[in-house]
């Protein structure tokens, strides 16, 4: 069910719709090797054997899954004789690119420069961190993007009404409903769709006016269909990202949503329940220190009942921390405090400050002059010093004027005015 013309494929109207420049540099045969970053069933091998059509080039395909060095090699002797033999050009395909290795990577530089081929490359992975820049500059990258539901049922028509490469000899009858099913369910696939659609076609029911592909049926073969999720790819970390930044955004229905999205599509719950600990301590700190508490107790929760019942309890932390007091005081302090701790080198310990367990370290003025805080006015000795000499005075933690950050910025401040009185 490959479409044959620009016209017949489904989607990426952002790139292929009339008047866009790669539509252009297809229908006037301007070539240039290439990259397609998208999700899986979004159509990259289909638009590079559609390229390939239009300008009139041979197709060589390679998966970065089993090919090597030698394979890639081979490829490039094909070219290189279509190149001087035929005058023709060839288009070298290869499918899931991430997968190479820098050195499989760098083994097409010298061919895609020379113009011995066309590279067109298919990735699922964000190509900034999986391809080498040297390759990446020598192509020009095009994102794809998941099919709505619309594109979907239209591909779905076009398979049931094609009588040679589709389902057109069945005559199936196919309501409105369930090629809507199919589209949502497919969750921007295409090629997931057409593959549902075909087992479902199986299960048929036979009627007086043809076999009728009832929702039932499309339900038994979409089953618990899960949405992409792709865990430790792209996917992943974007979504993780999102309830993260719905959290701190104080965003609760946008957090639950998220979460929902990651559990649903697989995502193990102690991960997220390990992400909202570290939530509770970045954005909300001792605005509310509440949240930690809470935060750990839906781990620990989530650790004794298991799926789903302790989903609800991540839930809940999740919930509570969107709605809390935010503040990154803490984290910011901690931050600079560590820059200095590793830029400032091994400073010495002031001698008030050290211990003397020994007589000779006391005659070494080890603590002499420390001043014991509980026998201070409001347990505190004002002018005291705790720094290493060299950083005398340094401020970190700057509470901020939300929950109880508040309590905790007034206390610092009056302190503080005590000591310069």
Sequence with gaps: MRPATLDEYAG????????????RAIEESRPHSMLFWGPPGTGKTTLARLITHYWNAEFLTLSAVLAGVKDIRAAVEVARDNRQQRGRATVLF?????????????????????????????????????????????????????????????????????????LGEQGLQVSDEVLNALAQAADGDARRALNWLEQAADLAEATTDGALLSIASVQEVVGGNLRRFDKGGDLFYEQISALHKSVRGTDPDAALYWLCRMLDGGCDPLYIARRVVRMATEDIGNADPRGLTLALNAWDTYERLGSP?????????????????????????????????????????????????????????????????????????????????????????????????????????????????
Aim: aromatic share 8%.
């Design 12 to 23: 990426q109207s952002h790139l292929l719709a009339v008047g866009k420049p790669l539509r």
């Design 94 to 166: 290869v499918d899931e690119v991430h997968r190479f290795n820098k050195a499989q990577q760098d083994a097409f530089l010298p061919h895609i420069e020379d113009g011995t081929l066309l590279f067109i490359g298919a990735t699922t992975e964000n190509p900034s961190f999986e391809l080498n820049n040297a390759l990446l500059s020598r192509v020009r990258t095009y994102v794809l993007r998941p099919l709505t539901p619309e594109a979907i049922v239209g591909v779905l028509q076009r398979a049931l009404h094609d009588r040679e490469h589709g």
């Design 309 to 421: 019942e302790g989903h609800l309890a991540i839930a809940q932390a999740v919930v509570y921390l969107a709605c809390a007091p935010k503040s990154n005081a803490v984290y910011t302090a901690f931050k600079q405090a560590m820059s200095d701790a590793q830029q400032s080198g091994s400073l010495d310990v002031p001698l008030h400050l050290r211990n003397a367990p020994t007589t000779l370290m006391k005659a070494l003025d080890y603590g002499k002059g420390y001043r014991y805080a509980h026998d201070e006015q409001n347990a505190y000795a004002t002018g005291e010093n705790y720094f290493p000499e060299a950083l005398r005075g340094r401020r970190y933690y700057e509470p901020v004027a939300r929950g109880l950050e508040i309590k905790i910025r007034e206390k610092l401040a009056a302190l503080r005015r005590h000591s310069s009185d």
